[in-house]
C-alpha cells in the first residue's frame, strides 16, 4: 500500500512538471555552483536559489570559495556552473578552454576599511591607489585576504598601480590572512587594522570593531561578477542542460528582478546587469 502511494505521488509530480511545460529529465536534478564567497556570505544565494528549484525542479549544490580556488576547481571539472568576480581571470578560463557562454550578471564595488581613527589619514580619498601607497607609507596595519580570490586579485592591482609589492613587507605591517573576505575582517577588527572588501560581504558582517568605510566611489573599486558553463567538451560529466537553464535564469528577467529586490539591512548589495557583456 505505502509503495503504490509512492507511486502515485511521484507519478502526480512527474505530471505536474511535464504540465509546467519542465523538462523531465530535471525532476531531481543537482548541479554543482562553484561560487565566490560573497554571493553565499551576503545571503543572496539562499534568496536566489530556493526560487530557482521552486521552479525549475533543480536544485544548485553551492561551493563557495575564493574567485581563484572556485577558478581551479572548475577547471578539474568539479562543477558545472561558476559565479565569480575577476574578470582578467575568467577570461584566461575561457581562452584555456575551461569555460563556455561567460555572461555579466551584476555589480557592486570595493571599499577599504580602516580603524575610525584614521591612521593612515585617506578617509574621503576617491584615488584607491593613492590611499594604500599612504598606508604603506604610513606603515598602518593592512589585513590582505590573501587567498587568490577576486578580491585578493583586486588588491594587488591597485598595489601594483600604487607602485608598491606590499609582500615584501609581510609579516610586519601587512598581514596575509590566507583566508575568506569574512574572516579577514574579523582579523582586521581584531588587530585595529585596514582592508579591502567587497561591499555585499561588509554591509552583511557584524562584527566590525571599530572598522568603518574610509574609501570608495574609485572607478577602479567597480566589481562585476560573471557566470560561465563548465566547458562540457572538456568535461562531459558536465550536466549541461540543466547548467544552462540556470545560467539562463540567472541572467534572465526573473533572475535579474530578484538580484535587483536582494536587500540586507535596508541596503541593496547587488545591481543586476545581465546582456552588458560576454
Known amino acids: ?4 502511494r509512492a507511486m502515485m505521488l511521484a507519478a502526480m509530480a512527474l505530471f505536474m512538471q511535464v504540465a509546467a511545460g519542465l523538462p523531465m529529465a530535471w525532476a531531481g536534478e543537482t548541479i554543482i555552483l562553484q561560487s565566490t564567497t560573497s554571493t553565499q556570505n551576503s545571503g543572496l544565494l539562499d534568496w536566489l536559489l530556493p526560487k530557482f528549484a521552486e521552479k525549475t525542479g533543480i536544485r544548485v549544490k553551492v561551493v563557495a570559495v575564493g574567485t581563484g ?9 568539479d562543477g558545472d556552473v561558476v559565479l565569480v568576480h575577476a ?9 584555456k578552454g575551461f569555460g563556455v557562454d561567460r555572461r555579466d550578471v551584476m555589480y ?9 581613527s584614521d591612521p593612515a589619514g585617506i578617509k574621503g580619498m576617491k ?45 610586519t ?24 572588501s567587497d561591499r555585499a560581504t561588509w554591509i552583511a558582517h557584524n562584527n566590525r570593531g571599530d572598522l568603518t568605510i574610509v574609501v570608495e566611489g574609485d572607478r577602479r573599486l567597480f566589481n562585476q561578477y560573471g557566470v560561465m558553463l563548465v566547458n562540457p567538451k572538456r568535461h562531459p560529466h558536465v550536466k549541461e542542460r540543466a547548467a544552462r537553464a540556470f545560467i539562463d535564469w540567472l541572467t534572465g528577467a526573473e533572475g535579474q528582478r530578484l538580484i535587483g529586490q536582494y536587500r540586507l539591512k ?10 552588458n557583456g560576454r
Open 87 to 95: 574578470r582578467a581571470a575568467e577570461e584566461e578560463f575561457i581562452r
Open 108 to 116: 557592486n564595488d570595493f571599499v577599504i576599511v580602516c580603524p575610525k
Open 173 to 196: 605591517w601587512y598581514r596575509e590572512a590566507g583566508r575568506g573576505m569574512g574572516a579577514t575582517l574579523n582579523m582586521a577588527a581584531a588587530m585595529n587594522a585596514c582592508a579591502l
Open 266 to 275: 535596508g541596503q541593496q548589495l547587488f545591481v543586476p546587469n545581465a546582456g
Open 69 to 77: 580556488q572556485a577558478l581551479k576547481n572548475a577547471a578539474r571539472g
Open 1 to 4: 500500500m505505502r509503495r503504490m
Open 127 to 171: 584615488d584607491a591607489a593613492a590611499a594604500l601607497r599612504r598606508i604603506a607609507e604610513t606603515r598602518t596595519p593592512f589585513v590582505s585576504r590573501g587567498d587568490d580570490s577576486g578580491t585578493h586579485k583586486k588588491e594587488m592591482v591597485l598595489w601594483k598601480a600604487a607602485g608598491i609589492d606590499p609582500r615584501q613587507a609581510s609579516g
